[in-house]
């Protein structure tokens, strides 16, 4: 689900370089609505002062589109009390009146709500970690660069892909900036400072004389960076059939490729349906790890909390506890990890006050945890969370969200083109394309941005009109060989949609190449 | 001051504004709402909360350089100070070729979609709308998972040129899957009103358990083409990506499923079944939306799809002036017209076929043929010989929703719908089409 990212009011770039509120206010306000809250008869409160920046440069060819700069500053407090949830946001608190107000609209919903309750919210234990503070390992903040330089990047890439066939290329440059504060009656103050960037195009090239047209989207994958993202060092580059990138990107050389590929699209041979033998890219993978490993191992869904909107899961927790569930193959391992550098998900603590951590969730193909946090910790016999909690604005309340989840790069030393040469009959897949997969995540079809035949492993040439289909537990048995850690990637989603209100949440998935024999593909062309 | 203006309210405030303004143009545009939601799933309350939020966006233009800065406090102050930054904004911009300047007073329409029933609503009626779903969730042992949203504002805007527009509006959605304790069934409804007056959750409650009970013991068919009675809420999340996709410069510059061969475009084309007939009306009662568009455009009823034939492409002011057009601005409501046919009399006219209640995860796969997949959930029954036979498994299907509708067969009554994939509501009829394509099974319930 890809809804638009919770925006706030526009502003000047030089906005972005002013500090927002000293920490000390921040406690004290914090404490305004934490004492507000426990005198209106809360026994559980935590406080959360955000400042959003984003930072959106859009082009289309020659043109600047739009240069558009955005700041969001509120407080969301939630409460317990009787038992039950209540939780209440204001746009730009400045003093405590207005924060002991919002504490008390929260208590008020969760008295109003109790009424309908029948379990009290049980939530694990969590000790106070004092004032603390976490911030982005950045080399480089992406807002304090000029914005000249990146609409001349960005229409420099344009300029790139129209001399090489482009008949339409649209580039945009995303930065995001989250400075949350944190406060909870456990005694916990956090003061985090996360960076998210994401650049990316799509090339459109045309065949007039039938009226096709094929697209190419960047390759690029959103991270949690700054601006050194968009210094690619030969080291973060992946040669072969098309250049990948790893934690640098090359944005006019991809364009360049891509603009040559689009056109190459428009005369590929139409895919026969039938069964392949999958090679999977980093840059295509990493989404369908996201629908068919991370959601469906997010608690709250397996428990029923998404059943009205996202679904709930085939990853019930008898499989989980029979021990022996057979997510994977023996060559899957797959990691969830809040710490991975570079990485969207990585934070110090969570959104409610949790330190982040590394787990396994599924083990040498066995399914061994799901993602909790605080409120569901108890159920699968934990005695804390796992530090997943996100809210998406001040004006969102925090509920688990999708941790990283990669899969682990393979232990016997393998690269792409060794895993190439065995294969007989299969389709090489590059970038991400369309997706869908049921709601509870058991069956799926993806497309992509550039597939290649193989036949007696060697790479004939381009194929269009490709999607695969496959069931997950088929799909993740299927997976016969990972590469080694030398072509581990992250991939990542920066506009991942769960919850009611929709929320929106970055995540990130690493992997090798992975090799998945005998999957469904079909062919998507029609005629209108 | 309050957070929701009235008209007369919101026109000083703007008018204020306007007087610190030294630009060429200067338009400014103000919002203010509250939202409060209640969430509940496994028959409890989950999260749930409220909302108050406003926001005074103002655009200065010293020809065509353009600068635009916003603030949420609307002391004279902060006002003054955001007028000066759009305008020092303005001054560093670089000129942008595609602004047209803003408009001229308009004219608008008249449409109510402020309700004080939605408008008054407070925790306690959250609260008790939910419990009366509950309390028949829990009597038969079946397992609710819900959303009550309600939201009441407005928005309002003022240019240099003398343009007002002001519209107020309240909504209220809920929505509800019921599943049978084994998980072996499930049912959904979903209810969208400007008039809380009119949401009856016990009422919508008793249809998603219907469908929750009788979609146990589904069992498996062939994947292939059918003939499927899509019900309201299926059909409109295929076909509001007819409704994104009309855009004229997509068209025309080739690379929409409007564009044809040589750079033309099928306007004036039929491409659909001729009995198809889409347009947008503020002043419906049933829908009632703004009369006017973000930019100050006055947006009247107009047809989009006339007897299966592109009538509207939408133009923005930029790309209709390049072309020596009449702007389209993109609708505020939606609305398909039916016919005359029941889901019962639908039902009984079908030798063999399936009704669809639900589709779901609705992605793009060729914008060339607007080429859909997805799957269907939340009840899913074999039709044969004019009955329903019996509750089926899931289906991931690949469709075009403009081959669907020319394969139309019949058309149902319209009603008022929530996309379950863009959260608009819309008024869509339930429809009888042949061969829809299903690709593959799904076990998922």
């Not at chain 1, 082009?59 to 700069?69: G, S």
Request: glycine share 8%.
């Amino acid at each position: 689900m890809l809804p638009g990212l919770a925006m706030g009011k526009v502003v000047s770039p030089e906005a972005f370089l002013q500090p927002g509120a000293d920490v000390a206010v921040k406690k004290r306000l914090a404490d305004a609505a934490l004492n507000a809250a426990k005198a209106k008869g809360a026994s559980y409160a935590d406080v959360r002062i955000g400042r959003y920046l984003n930072q959106f440069v859009v082009t289309r060819e020659e043109k600047v589109q739009n240069i558009v700069n955005t700041e969001s500053y509120g407080v969301g407090v939630r409460v317990i009390a009787n038992g039950c949830w209540g939780f209440a946001a204001v746009v730009d608190v400045n003093n405590e009146a207005q924060m002991a107000k919002a504490a008390e609209d929260a208590v008020a919903i969760a008295k109003a709500n109790s009424k309908l309750m029948k379990e009290p919210v049980q939530l694990a234990p969590q000790k106070g970690f004092g004032e603390v503070s976490w911030k982005a390992p950045i080399k480089k903040n992406g807002f304090e660069v000029p914005i000249k330089e990146k609409v001349d990047l960005l229409l420099s890439v344009n300029d790139a892909a129209m001399k090489n066939g482009a008949n339409y290329v649209n580039s945009v440059l995303f930065l995001v900036n989250e400075q949350k504060y944190f406060a909870s009656t456990d005694g916990s103050y956090i003061d985090q400072d996360v960076h998210r960037i994401w650049p990316i195009f799509n090339i459109t090239t045309i065949d007039p004389k039938s009226g096709k047209f094929e697209t190419r989207n960047a390759l690029s994958a959103p991270m949690g960076m700054g601006y050194d993202y968009l210094q690619a060092n030969p080291a973060d580059k992946v040669t072969g059939i098309t250049t990948r990138y790893n934690m640098g990107y090359d944005m006019l050389e991809d364009a360049t490729a891509a603009a040559k590929q689009a056109k190459e699209k428009l005369t590929a041979k139409s895919v026969e349906a039938g069964k392949y033998d999958l090679i999977l890219d980093p840059s295509h993978l990493w989404l369908t790890i996201h629908e068919s490993v991370g959601h469906p191992l997010e608690l709250d869904r397996v428990l029923g909390y998404e059943a009205n909107f996202a679904g709930t899961s085939f990853a019930t927790l008898d499989k989980w506890k029979s021990k022996n569930f057979q997510y994977g193959s023996k060559q899957v391992n797959l990691i969830a990890d809040k710490l991975q550098v570079g990485s969207l998900g990585a934070v110090g603590w969570d959104d409610e006050g949790v330190n982040t951590k590394k787990w396994d969730l599924v083990k040498d193909g066995v399914l061994v945890n799901y993602q909790a946090i605080r409120d569901q910790a108890h159920i699968i016999g934990e005695k804390e969370s796992h530090g997943c909690c996100y809210a998406d604005s001040w004006s969102s309340v925090q509920f688990q969200r999708m941790p990283n989840v990669s899969l682990a790069a393979g232990k016997t030393p393998l690269s792409v083109d060794e895993m190439i040469k065995d294969v007989k009959k299969g389709i090489y897949i590059i970038g991400d394309g369309s997706f869908s997969i049921d709601q509870q995540r058991y069956n799926f079809q993806f497309g992509g941005q550039l597939f290649y035949e193989i036949k007696d492993g060697k790479i004939v040439g381009m194929l269009k009109d490709v999607a695969y289909q496959s069931n997950t537990q088929e799909f993740w048995n299927s997976c016969v060989q990972v590469c080694d850690e030398r072509d581990y990637r992250l991939g990542g989603s920066f506009f991942d949609g769960k919850g009611q209100p929709s929320q929106s949440s970055a995540v990130s998935h690493g992997s090798s190449t992975a090799r998945f024999n005998g999957v469904n593909v079909i062919n998507t062309a029609r005629k209108i | 001051m309050a957070i929701i203006l009235t008209e007369a309210e919101a026109k000083a405030l703007l008018q204020k504004v306007l007087k610190y303004s030294k630009a060429d143009e200067c338009e400014i545009n103000i919002m203010g709402e509250e939202r409060g939601n209640l969430r509940y799933a496994r028959n409890e309350v989950s999260t749930s909360g409220a909302l108050t939020n406003q926001n005074l966006e103002v655009q200065s233009a010293f020809g065509q350089k353009v600068g635009v800065a916003t603030v949420d406090e609307f002391s004279d102050e902060a006002i003054e100070k955001c007028v000066r930054r759009s305008e020092e904004l303005a001054q560093l911009a670089p000129e942008n070729p595609e602004y047209v300047g803003v408009l001229e007073p308009q004219t608008y329409g008249k449409s109510t979609g402020f309700f004080e029933s939605t408008a008054a609503i407070n925790p306690d009626f959250r609260a008790d709308a939910v419990a009366k779903s509950l309390e028949l969730t829990r009597a038969q042992n079946l397992t609710a998972a819900g959303f009550l949203e309600n939201q009441k504002g407005y928005r309002a805007m003022m240019n240099s040129k003398g343009l007002f527009a002001y519209y107020p509006s309240t909504n209220i959605n809920f929505s509800l899957t019921v599943r049978t304790p084994d998980g072996t069934g499930s049912g959904y409804v979903a209810r969208g009103y400007s008039d809380a007056k009119k949401l009856d959750t016990a009422a919508a409650t008793k249809i998603a358990i219907l469908k929750s009970k009788g979609s146990v013991g589904a069992k498996a068919l062939e994947p292939g083409k059918y003939t499927v009675i899509l019900e309201p809420t299926a059909a409109v999340v295929l076909l509001e990506n007819i409704f994104f996709a009309m855009d004229a410069r997509s068209a025309d510059e080739g690379r929409s499923f409007l564009s044809k061969p040589g750079g033309k475009t099928k306007l004036g084309e039929k491409i659909v079944d001729e009995r198809v007939n889409i347009y947008t009306d503020p002043a419906n009662p049933d829908l009632p939306s703004s009369p006017w568009s973000g930019d100050g455009q006055p947006i009247n009823k107009m047809s989009m799809i006339e007897k299966g034939v592109v009538k509207n492409m939408f133009y923005s002011r930029y790309w209709a002036k390049k072309n020596n057009v009449k702007p389209v601005p993109f609708p505020t409501n939606v609305i398909m017209e039916g016919g005359t046919a029941t889901l019962e009399e639908m039902i009984k006219s079908t030798k063999q076929g399936i009704l669809v209640t639900k589709l779901w995860y609705i992605r793009e796969v060729d914008p060339q043929t607007l080429l859909q997949t997805g799957l269907t959930r939340d009840g899913t029954f074999y039709i044969e010989n004019g009955v329903i036979k019996h509750p089926i498994k899931n289906f991931r299907f690949n469709e075009s929703p403009v081959i669907m509708l020319n394969n139309l067969e019949t058309l149902g009554k319209s009603e008022r719908v929530v996309s379950t994939e863009s959260d608009r509501n819309y008024l869509i009829p339930p429809m009888k089409i042949r061969e829809f394509t299903f690709s593959s099974l799904s076990d998922a319930v």
